[in-house]
């Protein structure tokens, strides 16, 4: 018997309680979400549970399905790491460079304890037990200085002292906020009415308060699930920070990542399926939990740039690494490999920062099995030819130029080939593709010139001669298509022409260069017309809608920029 009154429940084994990760209402779908924890997380044990609920609101239980997993055994040693900023101050570690860095060290010990970088921080009797544990703060401590200090010596020591005494500083702050009982269950306004003071101080304060209710929670799922229910009440704009900041650590652990990402069929497309959530812009997955599409409204919003940088180092981190993009499809993994290229660099410059191109470089050479100059060279024209137009193109040699040659191997390789592209004077089929629809084909012309003008470490003339090559391929598009003409109907009334041009200037589809200035200059020759207004109004029979489009007129003027 199914229905109403029948439903299965999904549970894993931890500490030798079995916890219900999932309810649902079909028993199929039931066991394959249970094989699928079981198959990528390192459980003890899962099963489903039917549960039918008798008319007289009994309930009889009996299990399904149950499955036993090779749980290794547990492995605290300091996870390696390839790089860490200098910290100049012990309060830098609470920033989001040194929480990453501290989750990467320690990720085998935080997914033992379920614990994250701020609530470690934060929470004294966490840092004893921490730094009781063997050698491995000692460990954690050589290993960043090793990084800050790479000529070892006297400077190595230096830094081993200095993190060693931003702990102790770190431990103590923490032991003096720490509250002097175990505080009830409160909700977000009851823990901030029992905060004093202001500013940086005020904000450690109330964080330790939040972290003493997060840690009782014993799921990744649960302490998100508690976090977006505090941001329902803030009333504070600056407290969004630190929910941004626990957020961001609640997404540092790749099991809490796949849990919020639900079911995905490969790892290509979780890592697709992230790129969308850092938008705002991902539709819930099969076995998503219901907090996904919390998370996915307050990414749209832009309250989560902390957690959109996570989420994206995760992804970066994912394309320089070895697993495959489609384990299960081996055939479709260099698919998968341009379909994520395309995703991550787009007309409008690089998804996340340079590190991105360089993980699809590293991808890519351990794809084709090459290495060396020589490897690195090829790797970088293919991946263009993959890429296809111009405008993506570009966005991948500014990103790979941003990138220190010790990674490149090949530096000057991105500088020649921009250089090449602006001797080849190409028109806008060149930098964006015919199929694409005419606005959209300007917008993506213009969204390229401005990340060359955004772009650092290149040589000024050069990015000059960038733009200027992408504004000259506008102008030609402009005239040879007749653009400016069409909007300027001669046979139209003259209000509907002037309100057309001016919205076109305003638009976003333009360049501020010569292609702005060729629509600029329509706009004003109507304005330097003898009696411009009273021809305007003329030109619309109802008098109260000429009015009326007249001041949209004036006030599109000034938003277009034709006051400056």
Not at 173 to 194: D, G, I, N, T, V
Not at 485 to 513: H, M, N, Q, Y
Request: some cysteine.
């Amino acid at each position: 018997m199914n229905g109403r009154s029948t439903s299965f429940e999904v549970q894993v084994l931890q500490d030798q309680h079995w916890v219900t990760k999932q309810i649902m209402s079909d028993a199929a779908l039931a066991v394959e979400f249970a094989d699928n924890l079981l198959s990528r997380n390192n459980l003890d044990a899962v099963r489903v549970v039917r549960d039918f609920a008798r008319f007289d609101g009994t309930h009889n239980e009996n299990v399904i399905h149950e499955k036993t997993g090779e749980k290794a055994k547990t492995d605290l040693s300091v996870t390696p790491v390839n790089d860490a900023p200098i910290c100049l101050k012990f309060e830098d570690a609470y920033e989001m460079p040194g929480r990453m860095v501290m989750s990467r060290l320690f990720r085998r010990y935080f997914d033992e304890k379920l614990l994250t970088p701020t609530e470690l921080l934060h929470h004294a009797r966490e840092m004893k037990r921490l730094g009781d544990e063997g050698r491995l703060l000692m460990m954690a401590v050589d290993a960043v200085a090793a990084l800050q200090a790479p000529g070892g010596g006297a400077e190595a020591k230096a830094r081993r002292d200095f993190l060693f005494d931003g702990w102790d500083k770190i431990y103590r702050r923490a032991l003096q906020a720490a509250p002097e009982k175990p505080l009830p269950k409160h909700s977000f306004s009851q823990l901030a009415a029992l905060v004093q003071g202001a500013g940086a101080e005020r904000r450690f304060r109330l964080t330790v308060l939040l972290v003493s209710q997060l840690l009782d929670l014993r799921a990744w799922q649960c302490k998100l699930e508690k976090v977006v229910a505090w941001i329902a009440e803030l009333k504070a704009p600056e407290d969004m920070e630190i929910m941004d900041g626990l957020i961001a650590d609640l997404l540092m652990p790749a099991e809490a990542v796949q849990d919020l990402m639900g079911f995905q069929s490969n790892l290509g497309s979780a890592l697709g399926h992230m790129l969308d959530l850092s938008e705002g812009k991902a539709d819930a997955a099969k076995f998503a939990p219901p907090i996904f599409s919390s998370l996915n409204g307050l990414f749209a919003e832009r309250q989560l740039p902390q957690a959109r940088e996570a989420l994206l180092q995760r992804v970066s981190r994912e394309l320089r690494g070895a697993n495959a993009l489609s384990r299960n499809e081996p055939a479709q993994e260099f698919e998968m490999f341009i379909r994520l290229a395309q995703r991550i660099v787009g007309h409008g410059g690089v998804f996340g920062d340079p590190r991105m191109v360089e993980g699809l470089l590293h991808r890519y050479l351990r794809f084709k099995n090459v290495g060396g100059p020589l490897g690195f060279a090829r790797a970088v024209e293919e991946i263009q030819e993959f890429l296809g137009d111009g405008c993506r193109r570009t966005n991948f040699l500014l990103a790979l130029a941003q990138l220190p040659t010790s990674v490149t191997g090949n530096g000057p390789t991105a500088l020649q080939s921009l250089a090449a592209m602006v001797e080849r004077k190409e028109g806008i089929d060149f930098w964006v593709a015919r199929g694409v629809p005419p606005r959209d084909r300007m917008v993506a012309l213009t969204s390229c010139n401005r990340a060359i003008k955004a772009a650092k470490g290149i040589d000024p003339a050069l990015r000059d001669d960038l733009a200027n090559a992408t504004d000259d391929a506008l102008v030609r598009y402009l005239e040879d298509e007749g653009v400016i003409e069409k909007i300027d109907k001669s046979d139209d009334p003259l209000a509907f022409r002037a309100l057309r041009l001016v919205k076109f200037c305003g638009s976003g589809v333009l360049i501020p260069g010569r292609s702005m200035n060729m629509a600029k200059h329509r706009v004003l020759a109507h304005l330097r017309q003898s009696n411009f207004e009273e021809a305007f109004l003329a030109s619309i029979p109802d008098t109260q809608q000429a009015e009326k489009h007249l001041r949209e007129f004036h006030r599109l003027l000034v938003e277009s920029g034709f006051n400056s």
